[in-house]
């Protein structure tokens, strides 16, 4: 039988782990990732660690890869550290004998060891891979979302803005961004926290479109909406790599109580395609109403991504929930002690009459969380109510009680991660 061994990366490892990507990624492949590409994705990402490259031999040969990007993502319960799965492979030659299943779960069970809540990724929908996630547990919450328009249709919302300067962003500006696309985030779960180091080298020294892939940062890359000195908001466009007949709006940021800085990149964006002689404009856009209205003659394209989640700690996800909870809420409602229960582990939390605690005892109500939903709504794609009703619940008051308590702990708001911070 032959030796099978997991480990972390050592030297050597960024030969044979980019050998490994190209021949299973073609987009690897077409990227020319090699030694030094690779080696740069931990400058480029602060959540790129070389102890994050884990690989599973064969006989002393690498024929399997799992590579963690660690998050801080915005969740309904507030803000939790996430193992970001990426670049799940297999060489061709080894593959169908269980071993990135294998790989895989042994990753998850290290970051359950150091209390990461959760563990996210992306992944094609209906494929061979998602249906080994499936079986690790991880839970499909959404499919990948982008909107498209002709040019043509894009220009008849390419309206002038008066009093408001759109030009090259500065090394000067980069605190104003930074704070923008902090206060945003707020509206929203996804969202991760990006740190300094990821704006300088991701945003400003090259444009990234992904986590792995970038391009020159060329002038009208990004630009920032500027009025009386103050910056309202920033926008990342580039020519897309894979369709080059596509502008594509990256990234788009304004002061929410600015929709006119909005409109102004908006129009900035349109104009670059026409400049560039480009077809059609593509854009990965929060869903909001303000959005939607600059957006109006944009459609809605469903991509062959998934969007997959699973809790890895449910003591360390609860706690982080407390944190965060909203103890005004709390005060308007009588106190209720809940058990928790996700795949056989519990937590127990009291919650009412301005508490928001763990707890210690008989509990007045025990509800064996249903795991899709529970998935779902720490990323807005559920609510409290569609948990309740879905989940086992043991219960000694009103179900509206329970609800009400839920509520105090857990925030829903709409998904949204922009396409740099993908992994």
Same mark, same amino acid.
């Given at each position: 039988?032959?030796?099978v061994?997991?480990?972390?990366?050592?030297?050597?490892?960024?030969?044979?782990?980019? #050998?490994l990507?190209?021949?299973?990624?073609?987009?690897?492949?077409?990227?020319?990732?090699?030694?030094?590409?690779?080696?740069?994705?931990?400058?480029?990402?602060?959540g790129?660690?070389?102890?994050?490259?884990?690989?599973?031999?064969?006989?002393?040969?690498?024929v399997?890869?799992?590579?963690?990007?660690e998050?801080?993502?915005?969740?309904?319960?507030?803000?939790?550290?996430?193992?970001?799965?990426?670049?799940?492979?297999?060489?061709?030659?080894?593959?169908?004998?269980?071993?990135?299943?294998?790989?895989?779960? #042994? &990753?998850?069970?290290?970051?359950?060891?150091?209390?990461?809540?959760?563990t996210?990724?992306?992944?094609?929908?209906?494929? +061979?891979?998602?249906?080994?996630?499936?079986? %690790?547990?991880y839970?499909?919450?959404?499919?990948e979302?982008?909107f498209?328009a002709?040019?043509?249709?894009?220009?008849?919302?390419?309206?002038?803005?008066?009093?408001?300067e759109?030009r090259?962003?500065?090394?000067?500006?980069?605190?104003?961004?930074?704070?923008?696309?902090?206060e945003? +985030?707020?509206?929203?779960?996804?969202?991760?926290? /990006?740190?300094e180091?990821?704006? /300088?080298?991701?945003?400003?020294?090259?444009t990234?479109?992904?986590?792995f892939?970038?391009?020159?940062?060329?002038?009208?890359?990004?630009?920032?909406?500027?009025?009386?000195g103050? &910056?309202l908001?920033?926008?990342?466009?580039? /020519?897309s790599?894979?369709?080059?007949?596509?502008?594509? *709006?990256?990234?788009?940021v304004?002061?929410?109580?600015?929709?006119?800085?909005?409109? #102004?990149?908006?129009?900035y964006?349109?104009?670059?395609?026409?400049?560039?002689?480009?077809k059609?404009? /593509?854009?990965?856009?929060?869903?909001?109403?303000?959005?939607?209205? &600059?957006?109006?003659?944009? =459609?809605?394209?469903? +991509?062959?991504?998934?969007?997959?989640?699973?809790?890895?700690?449910?003591?360390? %996800?609860?706690?982080?929930? *407390?944190?965060?909870?909203?103890?005004?809420?709390?005060?308007?409602?009588?106190?209720?002690?809940?058990?928790?229960?996700?795949?056989g =582990?519990?937590?127990?939390?009291?919650?009412?009459? +301005?508490?928001?605690?763990?707890?210690?005892?008989?509990?007045?109500?025990?509800?064996?969380?249903?795991?899709e939903?529970?998935?779902?709504?720490?990323?807005?794609?559920?609510s409290?109510?569609?948990l309740?009703?879905?989940?086992?619940?043991?219960s000694?008051?009103?179900l =509206?009680?329970?609800?009400e308590?839920?509520?105090v702990?857990?925030?829903p708001?709409?998904?949204?991660?922009?396409?740099?911070?993908?992994?």
């Amino acid at each position: 039988m032959s030796e099978v061994s997991i480990r972390v990366y050592k030297a050597g490892d960024e030969e044979r782990i980019p #050998s490994l990507l190209r021949r299973c990624f073609d987009t690897f492949n077409r990227y020319g990732l090699d030694r030094e590409k690779w080696l740069e994705y931990a400058r480029l990402n602060e959540g790129f660690k070389l102890e994050g490259a884990y690989v599973l031999e064969v006989e002393g040969s690498v024929v399997s890869h799992v590579q963690v990007v660690e998050k801080t993502l915005r969740t309904a319960a507030g803000l939790l550290l996430t193992a970001g799965i990426a670049n799940v492979s297999t060489d061709p030659q080894y593959r169908g004998r269980g071993y990135a299943t294998k790989l895989l779960g #042994s &990753v998850m069970e290290d970051y359950r060891g150091r209390q990461f809540p959760l563990t996210a990724l992306f992944t094609g929908f209906a494929s +061979g891979p998602q249906r080994i996630y499936r079986r %690790l547990g991880y839970v499909d919450v959404c499919l990948e979302e982008t909107f498209t328009a002709p040019l043509s249709d894009a220009e008849r919302r390419a309206l002038k803005v008066s009093g408001i300067e759109v030009r090259e962003a500065e090394e000067r500006d980069l605190p104003a961004l930074m704070r923008l696309y902090e206060e945003m +985030g707020e509206r929203f779960t996804g969202w991760p926290h /990006r740190p300094e180091n990821d704006w /300088r080298e991701k945003i400003f020294a090259r444009t990234a479109y992904h986590s792995f892939f970038y391009v020159p940062r060329e002038e009208g890359n990004l630009v920032v909406a500027e009025e009386g000195g103050e &910056v309202l908001g920033y926008a990342v466009t580039i /020519r897309s790599p894979q369709e080059p007949d596509f502008m594509w *709006l990256l990234e788009l940021v304004y002061k929410r109580d600015r929709p006119d800085a909005l409109q #102004s990149l908006y129009t900035y964006a349109v104009k670059r395609a026409a400049t560039l002689g480009l077809k059609a404009v /593509r854009a990965s856009i929060p869903r909001e109403d303000t959005y939607r209205r &600059v957006f109006r003659e944009f =459609k809605s394209q469903v +991509g062959g991504g998934v969007y997959m989640v699973e809790v890895l700690d449910l003591e360390a %996800l609860t706690k982080e929930a *407390l944190r965060t909870a909203d103890l005004r809420a709390s005060s308007l409602i009588p106190a209720t002690s809940i058990e928790l229960r996700y795949r056989g =582990k519990a937590v127990k939390v009291r919650l009412g009459d +301005g508490e928001a605690t763990l707890h210690d005892g008989d509990v007045d109500a025990k509800i064996d969380v249903n795991p899709e939903e529970f998935n779902r709504l720490l990323f807005g794609f559920s609510s409290v109510e569609d948990l309740i009703l879905s989940s086992y619940i043991k219960s000694n008051v009103p179900l =509206k009680r329970v609800a009400e308590a839920l509520s105090v702990l857990f925030s829903p708001k709409p998904l949204h991660i922009w396409p740099v911070d993908h992994w």
